[in-house]
């Protein structure tokens, strides 16, 4: 009897890390019209975490054959860093999360995580050690409780709670009429943005993976809930190797490395203050956008 068991036992793993998969990346990403191209190598071996340094050497990669979006990408973010990728509308970087990911496979070149190709162990390995924050985060029908628990088969109550509050969600939880009990999403109470945010970072807490991919568009909050954000962002990531994806240039200025992608290829790298020295397109971009806040601010007026 547990010889016919066993396949049903991992049958229901591989349904619920496919499951597990398709939200992270359909959350992120909305790919759900797109194919999936991307199989287990014959025989591939887990992924195996210790310093999780994530290397890209060498990449090239294209959604369409005669189109190069990434020609000849190099970088790594190195253990326990916080790396943030900036650059222009299309550059390429949430084409850069996907390919983490293993939403795609390079054409040429190799995407390594602790020395280990990404191309060449298990898929249901390589996510369970990335967890990604989204930038709109869609919410079950279901308790909020559910939604943090969601995170991790088997998360107990006490992980929910510890989660939350690490996410600065108790204040919340404790204004909810039911608690943690309390039905979230579209049929049930609706959150703001950055409560839904909140959630998605108390998700990927109870998840604990050693790699957090962040998308760190805000641009739907306001500027105080923004700043609470990112505050448990910048909380959460310390200790993991952190990529994050900014698309406004204020929120990463504290990142160890910031990387400069233009048309596919890495025009710049260093610290806020080295790049604002070295007066190229990320001096220019930060001009430009320090003045887009100022109008704001006199329109306001
Ligand atoms: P933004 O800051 O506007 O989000 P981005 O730097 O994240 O931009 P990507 O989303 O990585 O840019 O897209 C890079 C290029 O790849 C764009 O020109 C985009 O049109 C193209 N692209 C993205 N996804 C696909 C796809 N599924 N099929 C074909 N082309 C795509």
Redesign the pocket.
Known sequence: LAQLFRPLDMLGMVYRTIRQGLTDMADMFRLID?DIEVRDAPGAPALVVRRPTLTFDNVVFG??RD?T?LSGLSFEVPAGNQVAIV??????????A?LVFRFYDPWSGRILIDGQDIAQVTQASLRAHIGIVPQDSVLFNDTIGYNIAYGRDGATQADVEQAARDAALMDLIGRLPAGFETEVGERGLKLSGGEKQRVAIARTLVKNPPILLLDEATSALDTRTEQDVLATLHRVSSGRTSLS?A?RLSTIADADTILV?NAGQLAEAGTHNELLRRDGLYAEMWARQAEAVEELGEAAE
């Open positions: 797109t959604y369409e189109r979006i650059g222009p509308s299309g550059a390429g970087k949430s084409t850069i996907r994806i698309h992608l």
